[in-house]
């Protein structure tokens, strides 16, 4: 507990040890050195340790090579490094059990095809989309709402496009849109979470609300 700052729970159930904490990265960290530690059968303090520390090196290569890997899927470009890292970090968090990661890429790509349909920027509406989300890799260490995070973090990190930074900040509608790329990503965000399989949601559900969106 002291090494990952995770609370560790374990109760009557045999062979059965919980990890909790709100911040998904070191519950990954702590989980991944827990198998580790059991699996090798040597726990002691300076065990320990050196356990957490290589799993926590493991993790942040993890971190960048799924936000290398999802800038590259995106074709995004020009990004500052720790927007990039950022973007990995999404990978370890979840909302109604649809990954964040993959949600973004997914809302990207939709941003771009609404956005080509009605003649505006393809690849503007890529990045906004793959952004919009961001405040999400840090909204359990920052008080406030994941749009406002998101917007202030990539904003201090060199963003200075109105469309992105709207987009971030407005996708839930809490500040007017400026950019017609708000709206856009907006109706992507609810295409890629009520998609059946995304999240628990039915299919008759899901046309309903893509019917409304349409309309």
């Known amino acids: 507990e002291q090494a990952t700052g995770v609370d560790i729970l374990i109760d009557d159930t045999p062979g059965?040890?919980?990890?909790?904490?709100?911040?998904?990265?070191?519950?990954a960290i702590a989980g991944r050195?827990?198998?580790?530690?059991?699996?090798?059968?040597?726990?002691?303090?300076?065990?320990?340790?050196e356990v957490v520390e290589s799993i926590r090196n493991e993790i942040h290569e993890q971190i960048i090579k799924a936000g290398n890997d999802a800038v590259m899927e995106a074709n995004i470009r020009g990004l500052h490094p720790k927007i990039i890292e950022a973007v990995g970090k999404m990978h370890f968090r979840t909302s109604y059990g649809q990954n964040v990661l993959k949600h973004?890429?997914?809302?990207?790509?939709?941003?771009?095809?609404?956005?080509?349909?009605?003649?505006?920027?393809?690849?503007?509406?890529?990045?906004?989309?793959?952004?919009?989300?961001?405040?999400?890799?840090?909204?359990?260490?920052?008080?406030?709402?994941?749009?406002?995070?998101?917007?202030?973090?990539?904003?201090?990190?060199?963003?200075?496009?109105?469309?992105?930074l709207?987009?971030?900040?407005g996708h839930h509608g809490d500040i007017p849109s400026t950019t017609p790329y708000t709206p856009i990503v907006m109706a992507a965000d609810a295409v890629s979470s009520a998609r059946p399989g995304a999240r628990r949601e039915s299919m008759e559900m899901y046309v309903k609300r893509l019917e409304q969106l349409e309309a």
């Open 104 to 164: 973004s890429i997914e809302v990207a790509f939709l941003s771009q095809v609404i956005a080509d349909e009605l003649g505006l920027d393809g690849e503007l509406a890529r990045r906004c989309g793959l952004l919009h989300d961001i405040g999400k890799a840090m909204d359990h260490e920052i008080e406030g709402s994941h749009p406002q995070i998101g917007m202030e973090f990539c904003k201090r990190l060199g963003e200075k496009s109105e469309a992105v």
């Open 16 to 27: 059965v040890i919980s990890v909790s904490c709100f911040d998904p990265i070191r519950r």
């Open 166 to 169: 709207n987009s971030i900040a």
């Open 33 to 49: 050195a827990l198998e580790k530690l059991v699996a090798d059968g040597r726990v002691h303090p300076a065990r320990i340790e």
